[in-house]
């Protein structure tokens, strides 16, 4: 077949397959070649830049940060949600990037721990629904002390469950607890023991960074700081991790002994095989440079803004 004539029909394939739509049986009558030489002229169409294939998506990574993020801090995996001038929904842009990334890492994982926060709660928003009713999603640490918000970890569990028509467990109790005693003997109460076991046993915990401001914020951990935290400078902490204080440095300032969150051990906690941060607030770049520095997340999600001043901050 001549070169010219051989790229006629490749065009007139392609124009059937891709753009009218006739599927390869139609093909194959009108011009009474075999299904297997169309799929073969079909590929050679491709190869020969006859037909170029394209995927719009609403989501753009930034791979140019994603991999400098990677340089910095080897250990997680990065996705980074590239600006667009749609300023007035990214935000929702963020949400609904972040659903998407988030549950491609839950899928075929059974027992999902989670925190509290704004952005959590926007995220789940966000979840496309599937029905799988052998998950569970639970409370691992207690609650933050939120209690008119509809953002608190409670009210997380079972606003989670319902997009998977799962179970959810939840812990009534505070996420600080002094008395180490009280600790114990709470976590052996029947409506609370069956939590704190499905936790020991978590595939995956998706949460978010906190802030000193954001402990701040809670009068009764604001008053208690030197209580919760013994010895520690407010100053020096960075971050807070799964309600633990972290230094700049990513160094936890608290020690087993004197940690008084009530939950599972922050060492059972850094066992979770998947561990997921979202943030997409550029003012809590310093907190995430800081986990970052002491690997607390195998997963980043992250927009942009937040994405360059963690960067910047190196």
């Not at 297997?36 to 169409?45: D, P």
């Not at 060492?267 to 943030?279: C, D, F, H, N, S």
Request: no cysteine.
């Amino acid at each position: 077949m001549a070169q010219e004539e051989s790229t006629s029909l490749l065009v007139d394939l392609a124009q059937d397959y891709y753009l009218n739509h006739l599927n390869l049986g139609e093909i194959s009558a009108k011009y009474n070649i075999s299904r297997y030489k169309i799929s073969k002229y079909l590929n050679e169409a491709v190869d020969k830049k006859i037909v170029t294939i394209s995927i719009s998506s609403p989501f753009s990574r930034s791979h140019d940060l994603e991999s400098r993020l990677k340089s910095a801090f080897p250990n997680p995996n990065f996705y980074v949600l590239k600006n667009t001038e749609d300023i007035a929904h990214e935000n929702d842009r963020f949400y609904s990037f972040s659903a998407k990334y988030l549950q491609d890492l839950i899928d075929g994982k059974k027992i999902i721990g989670l925190t509290w926060g704004d952005t959590i709660y926007h995220v789940i928003d966000s979840f496309q629904t599937s029905a799988k009713d052998n998950m569970v999603f639970t409370q691992f640490i207690g609650e933050n002390g939120k209690h008119n918000s509809l953002a608190g970890s409670m009210r997380m569990v079972q606003k989670v469950a319902t997009r998977y028509n799962g179970k959810y467990l939840t812990i009534d109790a505070p996420l600080y607890i002094i008395n180490k005693e009280v600790r114990r003997l709470l976590s052996l109460e029947p409506a609370i023991q069956p939590t704190l076991a499905t936790a020991q046993q978590l595939d995956l915990i998706f949460t978010s960074v906190g802030t000193l401001d954001s402990l701040n914020s809670i009068d009764s951990w604001d008053s208690s700081k030197n209580i919760l935290f013994p010895d520690v400078n407010p100053n020096s902490i960075a971050a807070l991790v799964y309600g633990r204080p972290i230094d700049k440095n990513g160094k936890l300032l608290v020690s087993q002994e004197d940690d008084k969150v009530f939950g599972i051990n922050f060492k059972k906690v850094l066992e979770v095989p998947t561990r997921v941060a979202i943030v997409n607030d550029k003012f809590k770049s310093s907190a995430l440079n800081a986990a970052l520095q002491g690997d607390y997340f195998t997963d980043v999600i992250l927009n942009e803004p937040t994405a360059n001043k963690v960067l910047a901050e190196l």
